[in-house]
């Protein structure tokens, strides 16, 4: 399969610039002369140095882009359909390789969260890039701690975001108001030695933002610790 590696910067600029959550997306998607599928991805696996991702054995990532745990690589474009992937975990002692495919449609928008419990594992998702109406961001959350309960998402100490996220769910997105700072808690369900974890933040209008839960609860490694990220796309 042909390849190619780009950033979406035309794409991208179409999308948040162009579309409201109104337009019929769909139809401009699904044009035949739209072959490229767009590809994030996030590294979720705790002391993870450095990660390397290849599609039908092209390397994803650019030469002066790195891919750490919790570091996530921006929207590439690369050619629709079935291909061939190769993802490789890099530690101080060693490395974790994961091999599988990946079956991208045209004109659609993935992110690809890696994660690690005993061995390295994956979970793809289609991502909704059309932007918020004004006066608002969106947020979504990725539960990518293999040994956490699952979590609930609030805001500002009482609108319910998400509950019952269980391990490896990814969250649809969600409107959240960016005329002001936003508190977000993430909490386990039940009974846990987790911690509540807090996020404070003022979200960029029209923004669209992922928020990580990475890391593991009973751990005494240092970088290995249950902790959150907000990433803004």
Do not use: W
């Not at 449609?105 to 994660?115: E, I």
């Not at 649809?172 to 987790?194: C, D, T, Y």
């Amino acid at each position: 399969m042909r390849y190619t590696i780009f950033l979406l910067s035309i794409i991208s600029l179409f999308f948040f610039n162009s579309c409201s959550k109104y337009d019929d997306l769909d139809k401009l998607l699904d044009s035949p002369s739209t072959k490229m599928a767009a590809l994030a991805v996030f590294n979720t696996v705790p002391n993870s140095l450095d990660m390397e991702v290849f599609i039908d054995d092209r390397k994803v990532k650019a030469a002066n882009e790195s891919l750490h745990f919790g570091d996530y690589l921006p929207y590439k474009s690369i050619f629709s359909g079935k291909a061939k992937i190769k993802i490789v975990s890099s530690y101080k002692n060693g490395k974790d390789t994961y091999d599988g495919t990946v079956d991208l449609a045209a004109g659609r928008v993935y992110s690809l969260f890696v994660n690690k419990a005993e061995k390295l594992t994956v979970k793809l998702v289609e991502d909704d890039v059309i932007r918020p109406r004004r006066g608002f961001a969106k947020i979504r959350i990725a539960h990518m701690s293999p040994d956490a309960a699952s979590l609930s998402l609030n805001e500002n100490e009482g609108r319910r975001l998400f509950q019952n996220i269980k391990y490896k769910d990814v969250t649809s997105f969600v409107e959240i108001k960016s005329s002001s700072n936003v508190s977000l808690q993430v909490q386990p369900i039940g009974a846990s030695k987790m911690p509540q974890l807090d996020q404070n933040f003022q979200p960029v209008d029209q923004g669209i933002y992922t928020l990580l839960v990475t890391g593991y609860v009973d751990s005494d490694n240092q970088g290995e610790e249950i902790g959150m990220q907000l990433i803004k796309h």
